[in-house]
């Protein structure tokens, strides 16, 4: 089984869709008594506390989400950022997947977190791999946000082997620290089964869509390389692999102080994890899929980042077209992305009210910059479709998007709230959001393109942009959330125009309920 082997992605994806008949027999429920934790935690390892956060950028949100696009180093700046320290380190950090808000309720307490995650089971760990830095020894490190600590996994400056790993990448060469996502897929099959691997990078994306802003507003350089040797990876960190997976790598800021030195093949690490829970149901399409889009060498990999994509910008509109018009900068919402990453949430209940073309027009374009990330080279994987319900000043309908023209094309008018309803499960928040946003890609030009890997950078992409849209929307006052969808059926929704193309993510964009008459 290899990257080539396209079967196994088409196996996965097909296999693990949602239709009306697959919801309607499931067998699947939720057993509350072997819910897993939401943590991973080591039972040996000490922790080394951090600093709390508190420090502002004073970057207005909307400016740091859009800054960081395909290029390598943030364009709010030609620097390198200042020299990375634990308190630097623990805003990113906490930014990226810490706790921002803690609820008591008489069952217990709900943890909100800093991005979105499927079913707020966060699955998602984060891991650091650095140099010496001012007040931090080199080392490998996991980030533990229930106690907000680092707890070393091994000492010693292993940058050097992460750039083995990635294949001798630039970013990772210079970089003062990489931040690895991994997944314990468990405390998402619980509920989601086998899906779960689209929610890995679903999930990943969210979260990197904060990263990214805050090391924009930083002046942090950072890159996202979802090319790298993955047993070498999994290795470094330790993970089972029968159960863990690294997903991305993100190196960060430019090194200033001595070159990272050569790094030996680390040994094997045999340190005991708390039980998440009585027992773990495995399901193996996750773990076929992964395998057959993992890179087994750094050649495999070098090959494979050698491929970027430059998409064509979509056909000409065919249809009526209104042109986009955002806030201009001076009109934008003053709110720091910090503060906006601090009170950002799923909203779960939409006003069934119109939202302005101005805020929909803002939230398109500050999200669809691009990311810088190995497998694009200024183009774009996923088309943005949407399913208008109430917009002010263009008609209710589905559209597709043009970013490059910056136009919304009309392909059919009417009201459909209750189709949007139906197509995310027979939900009520798609048929009360003011608009829903769907990404849809060619995976057909992309497994032929990037191989069962592409697959991977597919729901990347769509996630990161997505997560962009969660931030621009509460930085303007709107609401947001993630969703799932009949895919066969969004895709016959939408076509012609989406004929052939396969559903990455969907997202509700409005006016959260509790707001939309203050």
């Given amino acids: 089984m290899t990257n080539r082997d396209l079967k196994e992605a088409w196996a996965y994806h097909n296999g693990t869709k949602h239709s009306y008949h697959s919801t309607l027999t499931s067998r699947h429920y939720l057993d509350w008594d072997n819910q897993p934790r939401p943590f991973k935690s080591y039972v040996d390892l000490d922790p080394i506390y951090l600093p709390e956060p508190g420090s502002s950028s004073g970057v207005a949100a909307l400016?740091?989400?859009?800054?960081?696009?395909?290029?390598?180093?943030?364009?709010?700046?030609?620097?390198?950022?200042?020299?990375?320290?634990?308190?630097?380190?623990?805003?990113?950090?906490?930014?990226?997947?810490?706790?921002?808000?803690?609820?008591?309720?008489?069952?217990?307490e709900i943890l909100f977190r800093a991005a979105a995650c499927t079913g707020a089971l966060y699955h998602i760990d984060l891991y650091v791999v650095c140099g010496g830095l001012a007040d931090l020894e080199a080392g490998v490190y996991h980030f533990a946000p229930d106690d907000f600590a680092l707890r070393m996994l091994r000492a010693?400056?292993?940058?050097?082997?992460?750039?083995?790993?990635?294949?001798?990448?630039a970013a990772v060469a210079d970089a003062q620290a990489v931040v690895v996502f991994a997944t314990t897929y468990w405390r998402n099959t619980w509920k989601y089964q086998s899906r779960t691997y689209r929610h890995c990078f679903w999930d990943s994306g969210t979260m990197l869509a904060n990263l990214l802003a805050v090391s924009a507003a930083r002046e942090w350089p950072c890159r996202v390389l979802a090319g790298f040797v993955d047993r070498a990876v999994n290795g470094l960190l330790g993970l089972e692999e029968e159960r863990e997976a690294a997903l991305v790598l993100v190196p960060l800021g430019r090194w200033a102080g001595q070159e990272p030195v050569p790094a030996a093949q680390p040994d094997p690490l045999r340190y005991a994890t708390l039980p998440l829970s009585m027992s773990e149901?495995?399901?193996?399409?996750?773990?076929?899929?992964?395998?057959?889009?993992?890179?087994?060498?750094?050649?495999?990999?070098?090959?494979?980042?050698?491929?970027?994509?430059?998409?064509?910008?979509?056909?000409a509109p065919q249809g009526r077209s209104f042109p986009l018009h955002p806030l201009v900068a001076g009109e934008w919402p003053a709110d720091s992305i910090e503060d906006v990453i601090r009170r950002r949430g799923s909203t779960r209940t939409f006003a069934r009210e119109a939202i302005g073309?101005?805020?929909?027009?803002?939230?398109?374009?500050?999200?669809?910059?691009?990311?810088?990330?190995?497998?694009?080279?200024?183009?774009?994987?996923?088309?943005?479709?949407?399913?208008?319900?109430?917009?002010d000043g263009i008609p209710a309908g589905a559209y597709a998007f043009h970013p490059e023209r910056r136009v919304l094309e009309l392909l059919k008018?009417?009201?459909?709230?209750?189709?949007?309803?139906?197509?995310?499960?027979g939900q009520e928040i798609p048929a009360d959001a003011s608009v829903n946003v769907y990404f849809l890609t060619d995976l057909r030009e992309i497994l032929e393109r990037f191989g069962n890997r592409g697959y991977r950078a597919a729901q990347l992409e769509a996630a990161t942009a997505a997560g962009k849209m969660y931030l621009a929307a509460y930085a303007q006052g709107l609401g947001a959330s993630g969703l799932t969808f009949f895919d066969d059926?969004?895709?016959?929704?939408?076509?012609?125009?989406?004929?052939?193309?396969?559903?990455?993510?969907?997202?509700?964009?409005?006016?959260?309920?509790?707001?939309?008459?203050?």
């Fill in 63 to 108: 400016s740091a989400i859009a800054a960081l696009g395909p290029q390598s180093a943030s364009p709010l700046s030609t620097g390198r950022g200042d020299q990375m320290n634990k308190k630097t380190l623990a805003e990113i950090l906490f930014l990226t997947a810490g706790i921002t808000r803690r609820r008591q309720f008489p069952g217990g």
């Fill in 156 to 169: 010693g400056d292993y940058r050097s082997f992460v750039n083995y790993a990635a294949a001798d990448e």
């Fill in 281 to 315: 149901v495995d399901y193996p399409m996750i773990r076929a899929m992964h395998a057959a889009s993992s890179l087994e060498t750094a050649e495999e990999v070098a090959g494979w980042r050698g491929r970027p994509l430059k998409a064509a910008e979509p056909g």
């Fill in 357 to 391: 073309f101005h805020a929909l027009s803002t939230i398109l374009i500050q999200s669809t910059r691009g990311i810088p990330a190995d497998f694009l080279d200024g183009g774009r994987l996923n088309q943005l479709y949407l399913i208008v319900n109430a917009v």
């Fill in 413 to 425: 008018e009417g009201e459909f709230r209750a189709e949007a309803g139906h197509l995310g499960l």
């Fill in 489 to 518: 059926e969004v895709t016959d929704f939408f076509s012609p125009s989406a004929a052939g193309k396969s559903v990455m993510f969907l997202l509700a964009l409005g006016k959260a309920l509790r707001h939309a008459r203050k």
